[in-house]
């Protein structure tokens, strides 16, 4: 038999289990904050166009971009508080106002309140400004006429006040250039437009009413041969070859016709560059007897050309700039370097 426990208070310490939980290599934490939204934001997601105009019955983009500002212009008003109007504005505002058929204006209006009367256009918009976006077509090249596109708006925007524009009121900057006719719409106007022979080359800006697209055209140089430093030729015992070099603009393409107006000289084509030609001219040989081949009855060791020695033949260099462009003419003369059966001089009469 087990003896009685002592007097006095027992305690004691039992343990079921014991759990280890060895922790993990990563933990995924967060950061909590209080924030506090705004108690206004606008509810709508699609903003819906209602007409300006309770005759209107055709849209144009100008109105639905016009609708779209009003719209901005509104969000901003719609921040302002009671506490901000003046004092005179606080008498009427808030206000609302309907496309209701016109009835007699309220009043009489006191003294402070008489710059707050509702004018009779409050129900129109405002037409949007001119703006051009692109141009496209072309191109615009010296002494020729070509078409091109102009994309925009509000170019005959519906407002009968405002009124179409006419074509005369698109202009190309410097001068030289010339809007002469073309059709327009609201959102676009094809234009014809001639380019006078010395207009300078490079780009140009278009303006239409106040708005000014910068340097969307550009006048390209009209392939031309402008000048030639031969005049004349020199006809010898052998034949020639000499150069001519022909300076002008945009002659990369340039071709030299063959024929030269006589049998004796012809042209060929050596190089060309934008502003340079370079062209040989081969000279065939005038051929005189030696002295003692004299015609019968005629003096000795007078000379005799078979065929005769030339003097003062007309030749014409004729180029082509370009395919499609007109051709350039140089006139040049043919004289013969032979006199008394040798070279120099002014040959006599057979």
Same mark, same amino acid.
Request: proline content about 11%; overall charge negative.
């Given at each position: 038999? /087990? @003896?009685?426990?002592?007097?006095?208070?027992?305690?004691? @310490?039992?343990?079921?289990?014991?759990?280890?939980?060895?922790?993990?290599?990563?933990?995924?934490?967060?950061?909590?904050?209080?924030?506090?939204?705004?108690?206004?934001?606008?509810?709508?997601?699609?903003?819906?166009?209602?007409?300006?105009?309770?005759?209107?019955?055709?849209?144009?983009?100008?109105?639905?971009?016009?609708?779209?500002?009003?719209?901005?212009?509104?969000?901003?008003?719609?921040?302002?508080?009671?506490?901000?109007?003046?004092?005179?504005?606080? +008498?009427?505002?808030?206000?609302?106002?309907?496309?209701?058929?016109?009835?007699?204006?309220?009043?009489?209006?006191?003294?402070?309140?008489?710059?707050?009367?509702?004018?009779?256009?409050?129900?129109?918009?405002?037409?949007?400004? =001119?703006?051009?976006?692109?141009?496209?077509?072309?191109?615009?090249?010296?002494?020729?006429?070509?078409? =091109?596109?102009?994309?925009?708006?509000?170019?005959?925007?519906?407002?009968?006040? /405002?009124?179409?524009?006419?074509?005369?009121?698109?202009?190309?900057?410097?001068?030289?250039?010339?809007?002469?006719?073309?059709?327009?719409?609201?959102?676009?106007?094809?234009?014809?437009?001639?380019?006078?022979?010395?207009?300078?080359?490079?780009?140009?800006?278009?303006?239409?009413?106040?708005?000014?697209?910068?340097?969307?055209?550009?006048?390209?140089?009209?392939?031309?041969?402008?000048?030639?430093?031969?005049?004349?030729?020199?006809?010898?015992?052998?034949?020639?070859? +000499?150069?001519?070099?022909?300076?002008?603009?945009?002659?990369?393409?340039?071709?030299?016709?063959?024929?030269?107006?006589?049998?004796?000289?012809?042209?060929?084509? /050596?190089? /060309?560059?934008?502003?340079?030609?370079? =062209?040989?001219?081969?000279?065939?040989?005038?051929?005189?007897?030696?002295?003692?081949?004299?015609?019968?009855?005629?003096?000795?060791?007078?000379?005799?050309?078979?065929?005769?020695?030339?003097?003062?033949?007309?030749?014409?260099?004729?180029?082509?700039?370009?395919?499609?462009?007109?051709?350039?003419?140089?006139?040049?003369?043919?004289?013969?370097?032979?006199?008394?059966?040798?070279?120099?001089?002014?040959?006599?009469?057979?």
């Amino acid at each position: 038999m /087990a @003896l009685a426990p002592p007097a006095g208070t027992l305690c004691g @310490l039992l343990l079921a289990d014991w759990v280890e939980v060895i922790p993990n290599s990563s933990e995924i934490t967060g950061l909590t904050y209080h924030y506090a939204g705004p108690d206004a934001q606008a509810p709508q997601s699609i903003l819906l166009a209602v007409p300006a105009s309770p005759g209107m019955t055709v849209w144009t983009y100008g109105d639905l971009v016009n609708t779209v500002a009003s719209a901005r212009d509104l969000a901003h008003v719609r921040g302002v508080d009671y506490e901000d109007l003046p004092a005179a504005a606080r +008498q009427v505002l808030p206000a609302a106002y309907f496309a209701n058929p016109p009835v007699p204006p309220p009043g009489p209006w006191s003294p402070a309140l008489a710059d707050l009367s509702v004018p009779g256009s409050y129900l129109s918009q405002a037409v949007g400004g =001119i703006e051009i976006s692109s141009v496209s077509g072309g191109p615009l090249e010296q002494a020729k006429s070509a078409q =091109i596109v102009v994309a925009g708006t509000n170019f005959a925007p519906t407002a009968v006040s /405002a009124g179409q524009l006419p074509p005369s009121a698109f202009s190309v900057s410097g001068s030289g250039v010339t809007v002469t006719s073309g059709t327009v719409s609201n959102t676009q106007a094809t234009l014809t437009v001639a380019v006078d022979p010395q207009a300078a080359p490079g780009p140009r800006s278009l303006t239409a009413g106040t708005y000014t697209l910068a340097n969307c055209l550009t006048i390209a140089p009209q392939p031309r041969a402008i000048s030639c430093d031969t005049t004349k030729l020199s006809q010898g015992s052998a034949a020639i070859t +000499q150069l001519i070099m022909v300076t002008g603009q945009a002659m990369t393409q340039a071709t030299v016709a063959s024929a030269s107006g006589s049998a004796l000289v012809t042209w060929h084509l /050596a190089s /060309a560059s934008a502003s340079e030609l370079t =062209i040989t001219a081969t000279i065939a040989a005038a051929y005189v007897s030696p002295p003692g081949d004299e015609p019968v009855g005629g003096p000795v060791d007078k000379p005799v050309g078979v065929p005769p020695v030339h003097f003062g033949v007309a030749l014409t260099l004729t180029i082509q700039p370009a395919p499609g462009e007109p051709a350039n003419t140089f006139p040049i003369t043919l004289d013969s370097m032979i006199t008394n059966g040798a070279p120099g001089g002014a040959a006599e009469e057979g």
